[in-house]
């Protein structure tokens, strides 16, 4: 370690100092944010334990990252469906060769970040990367992931994690809307023609239903029940599952009072029919998960028309963008949502899974990220620039 330097490792978030996590969390990314952490910590969501990374220097704490440890982590949760049918028999016959330590740095539910209170120099980072290393092998966790990190957060890192073996690939990316529109209406009137008059449509479908309704609720306590089916259904046609929200966290967000989350609900009388849990910070907003209904999703349009209305609360809200998940990119590139660029860091404590790693996933995760944008993987930052830098 660098003399004047220490490394703390802490088992949660709510052992750090007072006011710490606020002052260096980014202020517009409402992932971010320390009830979301909490939140994840008291439920079960995948993980098995959960840890912070404190880089201090005398009294000073420079940097916190999170940790997620997982002990067993099932590889055919993670990977895409084609992937999936390939290892069926594997997970019939051997199902523990599925099963990997593996150690996620940054943010689970959300975008990477390394809060720092000034960039960090390189022997700062040295220093932060090994010490990552160190507890890596101290809890027996394999392979090391910083997770869907955005250039500029790991940029600072890059020669660090070079150093120590890591490398670099492209990771799904994320959805971004820029807001600054002064009503909804001016968002829609500012859309491309054929987008405008498709929102236009599915409002207009969901409307004509008067059994239809959609709310914003501070108090969605009573509804946690319905919100959970809502969301499995989602869940059971989802392509991958690192992480699986349930009854603890839900129960620990809404226990958070506070303008930092709202519930976007869409009802069928008194039956709720969909739902976009969202949170908010600084003047980001994210719409973080979703729950449908399928029973009636596709014909009353109720994925549009949930984020229609979060959108509308992210312009009221006074927001100057709104984030969506890593899913469902054509539609949400029809909101008028841009792609947000991110990256993996990786490595393997031993040389051979790390050496094997390295051969085998770039052009895996390519694969992914073509099935996954479809026609709009040459549009991607990521997806163009995959080639290139991800055996870096």
């Known amino acids: ?26 202020g517009d990314d409402p992932m971010w944010s320390r009830a979301v952490f909490v939140a994840m910590e008291r439920g079960r969501i995948g993980p098995d334990g959960f840890a912070c990374l404190v880089l201090w220097r005398g009294a000073e704490a420079l940097a916190v990252l999170p940790l997620c440890l997982f002990r067993q982590l099932r590889l055919d ?44 120099s390189e022997q700062e980072c040295r220093a932060l990367v090994a010490a990552v290393l160190d507890f890596a092998r101290r809890e027996r966790l394999g392979t090391v992931v910083f997770k869907d990190f955005a250039p500029a957060d790991l940029d600072p890192l890059r020669a660090a994690l070079a150093g120590a073996d890591f490398f670099f690939l492209p990771s799904l990316p994320d959805t971004e809307l820029r807001l600054g529109q002064a009503s909804f209406e001016e968002y829609l009137a500012a859309l491309p023609a054929k987008p405008r008059r498709n929102a236009r449509s599915k409002i207009r479908r969901f409307q ?29 046609r989802a392509d991958q599952r690192l992480d699986v929200l349930d009854a603890t966290f839900l129960a620990a967000v809404h226990g958070e009072v506070g303008a930092h989350r709202r519930l976007v609900g869409c009802f069928e009388n008194d039956r709720l029919v969909a739902f976009l849990l969202c949170f908010f910070a600084g003047q980001g907003a994210t719409g973080a998960r979703i729950g449908l209904d399928y029973r ?37 590139l029809e909101l008028g949502c841009e792609l947000v660029e991110q990256w993996h860091a990786m490595t393997h404590l031993r040389p051979l899974p790390r050496a094997l790693l390295r051969r085998l996933l770039p052009s ?6 073509s099935a996954a944008l479809g026609p709009h993987a040459a549009g991607s930052r990521s997806a163009e620039k995959g080639n290139t830098r991800a055996t870096r």
């Open 77 to 120: 949760e993670v990977v895409g469906p084609r992937e999936r049918r390939l290892l069926a028999p594997v997970r019939r016959l051997f199902p523990r060769l599925l099963r990997v330590p593996m150690l996620f740095c940054g943010n689970l539910l959300g975008q990477g970040h390394l809060p720092t209170a000034e960039r960090l």
């Open 364 to 369: 895996a995760l390519a694969a992914a990220l």
């Open 1 to 26: 370690m660098i003399p004047g330097y220490r490394v703390e490792v802490l088992p949660s978030v709510e052992l750090l100092p007072a006011g710490l996590w606020e002052r260096l969390a980014p």
């Open 208 to 236: 004509a239903r008067p059994e239809l309704r959609t709310e914003v609720l501070d108090d969605f306590g009573h509804l946690l029940p319905q919100i959970l089916g809502l969301y499995r259904q989602v869940m059971d």
């Open 296 to 332: 009636i999703a596709h014909e009353a349009r109720l994925y549009h028309n949930v984020h229609y209305a979060a959108i509308r609360l992210a312009i009221d809200s006074g927001c100057r963008h709104i984030r969506f998940a890593q899913t469902a990119y054509q539609p949400k």
